[in-house]
């Protein structure tokens, strides 16, 4: 067999089944290295009918191209096709070599999650029992975390090492760090009652957060690969965690700076931690304060004052007046992201805060967007302080005393 019909066999081949190795057209036809290569010169250079892939593969790219196979030896009973002068044949560019993007240098908040005396607690279950235990734990954080838009980098066993700023990166990614840790310890509660129930074993997990510098990017070999942030943030979260009371969160100095004031903490003072030639101050988050607005927290340290909008504060003070004399008013207050809106509202709200009134404020949060009617729930919470630990009835008991507060009825 000539080299010409080798070469429309090998084509034939090509297209249907789209990718071969060059190992496999050896041994099929019996090349050795330099046919092979000029077999792959005449393919992908003069047919422009693959493409080399990591110069182990060859790869069909003839219909992707439009072009069909062209028989070396054409068929002498078949006319040729008038030739196309008006028209330059059309030069397809060599593909491009795709390559993995470069690790990153990024601000990360790190949560690490970890049951307490696992050990024992494996020790006291058989092995099956404890691996549902484990999934049931593992799955509880994972769909607290997701809601966050947080990234379960990697399951180590009994804990989870969760990236919150990657890949994808958020204004208050310290913020939704917190919220999640509070709600994984929310979780652990509504899981360890059945568990206690069942199995008869008490389930307990600490939580450590950090914000810091890292590089993140694939780690590892074929076959495994993962993202992973290195630098010492990843340790440091490691270590406070370490430091944590059973079901308790617990963060840095750092986190704590860039979430104070939405949530109510107090100081664990400073602790030396392995690694660190500095001690390490530390603070327990013990729940939300109820503040969702940069504003409201910025208050206490006093706002700048509001320039350019004397029109708009003037419109709703007069509003206001006219509410006190007993007409209602509704105000549409609308416009583009970072033109003060939220900064009027607060205006407005300074200006009515030594007066009688009643204030309800509701707000949408993005990561409770598929929570339905968030808002409304929340408000209700915060007015009638519900507790975790109260039924339902207990709940709507409270409902139904502040709606008659005025005079409106509930009906269950």
Known sequence: ?????????VIDLLRSRGRVTYGALKLQFGLDNEQLEVLKDEIIHAQRLGTDEEGRILVWTGDAEGTTAIASQPDQTTPSPPLQQNHPPQIEPPPTATHPPEAERRQLTVMFCDLVESTQLSSLLDPEDYREVVRAYQSACTEVIQRFDGHVAQLLGDGLLVYFGYPQAHEDDAQRAVRAGLGILAAMGDLHTPLQQEKGIQLAIRIGIHTGLVVVGDMGGVGRQEQLALGETPNIAARIQGRAEPNTLAV???????????????????????????????????????????????????????????????????????????????????????????????????????????????????????????PLTDLFQRTLQWQPEETLDEKFDKLEQTLRQYRLGVYK
Request: contains cysteine; neutral net charge.
């Open 1 to 9: 067999m000539d080299f010409y019909a080798v070469l429309d066999r």
């Open 252 to 374: 840095s100095e750092a986190t704590y700076r860039l979430v104070e004031g939405y949530f109510t903490c107090e100081s664990l003072g400073e602790h030396i931690l392995r690694g660190l030639s500095q001690p390490l101050k530390m603070y327990r988050v013990l729940e939300t304060s109820g503040v969702y607005s940069r504003l409201d927290v910025a208050q206490p340290r006093g706002l700048t004052p509001l320039v350019g909008r004397e029109s708009e504060v003037t419109f709703l003070l007069e509003r206001w007046a006219q509410v006190k004399t007993g007409q209602g008013h509704v105000i549409l207050l609308t416009g583009d992201a970072g033109i003060g809106k939220s900064r009027l509202v607060q205006m407005l709200k300074d200006h009515v805060a030594n007066e009688p009134h009643i204030r309800w404020e509701c707000r949408s949060v993005s990561y409770y967007q598929n929570t339905a009617l968030y």
